[in-house]
């Protein structure tokens, strides 16, 4: 793979690198879906089911890698000081990591050491809050960009293969993700991959206007092991967009889009078969590296995208 633009001293080498570099590796699903549907009652932010609940985020895992999942995310999408003030777990925030990637890491080896042709990874979740750096002067910009360090410092030393920075609505925010992750790989002395994925409105931008060209400069300059779109609008719909990314950039791909947009009932409408059948062309033309799903996908959906995969390798 050519780096283009990349330092040479973030450079590493991961059997996470290598994997998908040979094959398109397979992502898991939502983690709010499967949530919802094991606790209904559920309310707030599930995150903090990695402590009270850690049973049903394993079983979680179990289902996603039952389905074909070679890359597990963390059930830490909000685990950072500022999201999780608003439920009064701010002063936990390493507490909550450890478990996430505790649960994940440990069932993740289980499935590896059943199959080492089939190494599974387990990459942390790491999603936006409601502090926009672009937004914010130096001083709050600071205050996230220590959250996220918190955050980064906790799930590498859990033992994750990749922080994934998904959900990108502001660039400059991602990019005080980053450099956190850096600081926090310089002070424990281990390097982890950095994935980076973006979530846009149908004009291709960000809901604060940002391109994907910015996202691959992102992308460079921190020498990401992909670039990528998640959630958005609808996997059919997100086709284009993927392929006009991957133009942009020799990085590898990623794509996880939701099940389509919710109904006034909160139900998406997209079903396995549809949202597989719409990814299709990605995977026949290897355009990408990495595919999952994001909101109102479950294992089914995973199960039908490792279908049309492992044809493919067949």
């Known amino acids: ?77 909000s685990s950072q000081r500022i999201s999780m003030a608003e439920c009064g777990y701010a002063d936990r925030i390493r507490e909550l990591n450890l ?99 973006m979530t846009i409105n149908n004009d291709g931008r960000t809901f604060a206007g940002h391109t994907m060209e910015q996202l691959v400069d992102l992308a460079d300059r921190y020498n990401a092991l992909s670039v990528g779109l998640n959630c958005s609008f609808g996997a059919k719909n997100i086709v284009p967009f993927v392929e006009e990314l991957a133009s942009k950039t020799s990085r590898m791909i990623s794509v996880h889009p939701n099940a389509g947009l919710p109904d006034s009932t909160g139900c998406y409408k997209e079903t396995p078969e549809s949202f597989a059948s719409a990814l299709k062309s990605l995977i026949e033309s290897r355009t990408v590296n990495i595919i999952g799903g994001c909101c109102g996908t479950d294992e089914r959906h995973i199960r039908q995208l490792h279908s049309l995969v492992s044809k493919l390798f067949a």
């Open 1 to 77: 793979m050519q780096i283009k633009n990349g330092d040479i001293s973030k450079t590493t080498s991961s059997a996470l690198r290598e994997a998908a570099a040979n094959q398109i590796l397979i992502l898991d699903g939502a983690m709010g879906t499967m949530v919802q549907s094991a606790l209904p009652d559920h309310k707030g932010i599930a995150d903090i089911l990695n402590i009270e609940k850690p049973e049903v985020i394993r079983e979680i895992h179990r289902r996603y890698l039952e389905a074909g999942a070679d890359i597990v995310t963390t059930n830490t999408l």
């Open 99 to 197: 478990a996430g990637v505790s649960i994940a890491r440990k069932i993740a080896d289980e499935y590896t050491a059943l199959d080492s042709r089939k190494p599974r990874f387990v990459a942390a979740s790491i999603g936006p809050t409601a502090m926009m750096a672009s937004k914010e002067g130096e001083a709050k910009r600071q205050t996230l960009r220590e959250a996220y360090q918190e955050q980064a410092e906790a799930v590498i030393e859990g033992g994750a293969d990749a922080l994934l920075i998904e959900t990108i609505f502001d660039v400059l925010s991602a990019e005080t993700a980053c450099e956190a992750a850096e600081a926090a790989m310089e002070k424990l002395g281990k390097r982890v991959e950095l994935m980076l994925s």
